[in-house]
């Protein structure tokens, strides 16, 4: 492709897509950034599953310890 | 007036949350309309452009302890909005949607070189949307845009070497797609 060539093809392109006109922005964009941020950081402050998750699971590892003969029972009904 | 903008990019870069919050919201306000015409130049459609003016702000929240303030916010802010236009364009199918947007304005006559007919532009606006993102995103910005390659090359993030090759390898395979077509422009 020859630099003549290559000019043609720029101005094919331009015809194709021409520059974006009217490049205002219609409104003020901040309430949608505010609700983005109280969004992130509602899901950052998930429920407390992640806490009650660990707390069953380190009950179930001292049940485990203290009663090693429930283990077989336990796992017959997982 | 200067001591009081370098003080807000001091305070986004390290002050106390409050503080970051309160930079954050006058940066916002100060530089939305102008990542708002840079995404929309890249993306070219006024919803996706503000929302991803959002998430632009977004990330540049998420980033602030990693901003230089000596080397001032806009490149900055250009740099994180042209990501975040390039991953939306890595995950959306564009030219989908250059076809149901565009084929109006593209099917018009050309009144200023009727050579390039209809049928060429919307062949052109569809192998334009085919094209590798990184590819079209220069080629937006530097040849239909019309903005310096050097602006080009800070956005993206690369030299201005790397633009030139990007531009011509985005018009050497827009030309061979069209070729494919049937179609010499």
């Known amino acids: 492709m020859n630099a003549h060539d290559d000019e043609r093809m720029k101005e094919v392109l331009r015809r194709a897509l021409p520059p974006v006109e009217g490049d205002e922005l219609g409104r003020d964009l901040w309430p949608a950034m505010l609700r983005r941020m109280d969004a992130e950081s509602g899901a950052a402050q998930s429920p407390g599953w992640a806490w009650f998750d660990a707390a069953l699971l380190a009950g179930m590892v001292a049940f485990g310890v203290f009663v090693p003969a429930a283990i077989p029972v336990l796992l017959f009904y997982l | ?185």
Do not use: C
């Open chain 2, 1 to 185: 007036m200067q001591n009081e903008a370098s003080d807000v990019l001091s305070q986004f870069r390290q002050g106390s949350p409050e503080a970051v919050e309160a930079a954050f919201e006058t940066l916002f306000r100060l530089h939305q309309r102008a990542v708002y015409g840079w995404i929309l130049r890249i993306v070219r459609n006024p919803a996706t452009a503000e929302e991803l003016t959002v998430e632009a702000f977004w990330r540049m929240h998420q980033a602030h302890a990693r901003f230089e303030p000596s080397q001032g916010f806009e490149g900055w802010a250009r740099r994180i909005a042209t990501r975040a236009a390039l991953d939306w364009m890595r995950a959306r199918h564009v030219e989908r949607e250059l076809t149901t947007e565009m084929l109006a304005e593209v099917a018009a006559p050309s009144v200023t070189d009727p050579a390039i007919t209809a049928e060429i532009r919307l062949k052109t606006a569809l192998a334009f949307g085919r094209l590798p993102p990184k590819l079209r995103i220069a080629a937006t910005l530097a040849v239909i845009e019309g903005q310096p390659q050097k602006d080009v090359a800070a956005a993206l993030g690369i030299s201005i070497a790397a633009v030139k090759v990007r531009v011509f390898r985005a018009l050497r395979l827009l030309r061979k797609d069209l070729e494919r077509e049937g179609l010499t422009p």
